[in-house]
Each structure stands twice: as C-alpha cells, then as structure tokens.
C-alpha cells in the first residue's frame, strides 16, 4: 500500500511538473503575425471543392480548409464584403450593392472595417486593397485611413497590379483582394457548369502566382493567407437566396501557427475573416463584432462560441436559416 501511495505521489509530481513544460510548448499565436493577405473570390461559394485547383490545394495541403463556412443570410456581395471586413451581420453594417455604389465611405462609422482598426494599432503600417469590383475599393473600405487602393480592372489586370505592388517591395500588414470574374461566369452558365468550374481554375492560377510572389519576397515567413467566398450560385446562376450553393462558401487559411488539416466546425462564418485577421496581427477585437475565431483553426486556439448577446436577430435568423438550408437539402 506505501508502496502504491508512493507511485501515486511521484506521478503527481511528475503531472505537475510537466504541466507547465507542456503549456511553454504550445505556441502563443496572438499576434503571430505581421502580415494578412485575404483574397476574396467572389461567387465562388464552396466550389473549390469541385474544381481542379492545385495552387488552391498545395497552398492549403498544411493549413486549414472549410468549404461549407457560412456566408450572410442574405447571399449579396456587398452584404457579405461587409460581414467580412466589419465583422458584424449586415443587419447592422447595413451595406448593400447599391449604397457601395453610390457613397464614399469614411471611418466615421459605429462599424468600421477592420482596416480602420489596424490603422488605429500601427499608425505607420501599409495598408492596401486590390480590387475586381469598385464598390469595395470606395464603398466599403473607408477613404479617409491612408489605404492604398487599386482599381485596375479584370482579374488579369487584378493579379498583375497585385504582383507588381508586391515586387515593388510594399509589405503591408493588411491586404485585401477581390477577383471577380466567377461571379460574371456564375450569373451567366450557373453553378454547376463546366465553364463556372473553369474560371475556378483560371482564378486559381492567378491564386497561385499571387502567393509565390508573396514567397518570392518573405512576406509568407510571417504572412496569414486568406482565400474566401462571398456567396456561391444557384444551378441557374444568380444569388441572394438560401439553397446551400449560395450559402456555403470556402474559406481556407494558412500560415505558420494554422492547425495543418484543421477543420473548422460547423458554425463557421464566412464573416470570421475579421476576427482572425486582427488575432493574428495581434490586435484586440472590439466587443460588439460578431465574427470569432473557428476551432481548430489556429494551433493553440480552441475557438470561440458564437455568441447572441451583440447580435440576437442575427444570431436567431441564422439558426433559422441553417435549419431551412437542411430542409430544402433534406427535401
Ligand atoms: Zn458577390
């Protein structure tokens, strides 16, 4: 029986000794990072998945994948360029195609984007947008917080203005870009067509090239690589709407603290980019946004409940929404 005690006591001791040993082993990722480059690929929902990627899949082969992250209740860019880059619903950032289009944004706002947060932390950081569609360049990402913005065109013209600033030696904290020619492609074929697949494909070779530039300058040593969806399509084509191709988008995040294969659990949303950007530059995220960080995303981070507190009618219209998305799957 001393004897048992005894082998008891010295495996406590060993418990505590090795718990402390264990904890300095896993790595603090808060503020990990001094870079974030989120690549926006408008329209293309989940279909990553579907198509032939190899960039898309060489760049994520140690990083963490989800394809059925959730995007807005309602399935529109600008609501879900919002989501993104404000980290709220838009039942509360209130943007909509029309009023991106129409209005200039400042940083006088109650929910400015997260580039107005990383302007706030580093005064002196570069920051820059890269853009398809105009409306995020004026009507989402405030005007009056020294971002370099580039409006260059086609996505061809996206990726070479894109490379070009990158070889120019530009190293900013945040970068934002949108490719939008899956979109065009998924209003016009839908998405179950080959054609869609293919501009998937073509986009992925801008992806692809947009990253080993990206490598090229040592910007991926401490870089968090972000590919993201706004929406998906409908088999017709067209959006707004809640059939799962519209609802569930890709999301894929790499970098050096990401949990290689990590995937992200169900309550993912597409919106989540906010948080994960500001955790990963180490910046503290304001109270009311209602993005968070997705399990098993990051090494040492569990992942945080969504909560209802900030944003009930959000949170009760998601629900609702995700239970309808079953039934019309079930159906
Ligand atoms: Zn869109």
């Not at 600008?78 to 980290?87: C, D, E, F, V, Y």
């Not at 020294?146 to 190293?171: H, M, R, S």
């Not at 910007?219 to 067209?238: K, P, Q, S, Y």
Request: a negative charge.
């Amino acid at each position: 029986m001393k004897k048992l005690i005894s082998v008891l006591l010295s495996l406590v001791l060993v418990a505590l000794l090795a718990a402390p040993a264990f904890a300095a082993e896993q790595e603090d990722t808060f503020g990990a990072y001094e870079h974030v480059f989120i690549i926006g690929v408008d329209g293309a929902g989940r279909f990553f998945k579907d198509a032939d990627t190899p960039n898309f899949d060489r760049i994520f082969a140690d990083g963490a994948v989800d394809y059925t992250a959730r995007a807005e209740t309602i399935t529109v860019s600008a609501q879900n360029w919002g989501a993104m880059l404000t980290g709220v619903s838009y039942l509360k950032h209130g943007m909509t195609n029309d009023s991106t289009g129409a209005n200039e944004r400042s940083s006088d706002t109650k929910y400015p984007t997260i580039f107005k947060y990383v302007r706030d932390a580093m005064p002196d950081a570069a920051l820059a947008s890269i853009v398809n569609w105009g409306n995020i360049s004026s009507g989402i990402i405030e005007n009056d917080i020294d971002v370099t913005k580039i409006y260059p065109g086609d996505d061809d013209a996206v990726t070479d203005a894109t490379c070009e600033y990158f070889n120019a030696g530009n190293a900013p904290a945040l970068f934002f870009l949108q490719f939008d020619s899956v979109d065009h492609v998924g209003h016009g074929d839908g998405s179950k067509a080959e054609s869609f697949l293919a501009q998937i494909e073509t986009v992925d070779g801008y992806i692809g090239r947009i990253y080993d530039t990206l490598e090229a300058n040592g910007l991926m040593e401490n870089g968090l690589f972000i590919v993201v969806a706004d929406h998906g399509h409908t088999i017709a084509g067209g959006h707004g709407g809640l059939t799962m191709r519209e609802t569930n988008v890709t999301l894929a995040v790499a970098g050096k603290t990401v949990a290689a294969g990590g995937e992200m659990d169900r309550d993912t949303r597409n919106r989540d980019v906010a948080a994960i950007a500001l955790y990963a530059l180490g910046i503290e995220r304001p109270e009311y946004m209602t993005s968070r960080l997705p399990a098993n995303l990051f090494k040492d981070v569990v992942g945080e409940t969504r909560s209802a507190k900030n944003d009930l009618a959000d949170y009760i219209l998601c629900r609702f929404a995700w239970l309808l998305t079953l039934c019309t799957a079930l159906f």
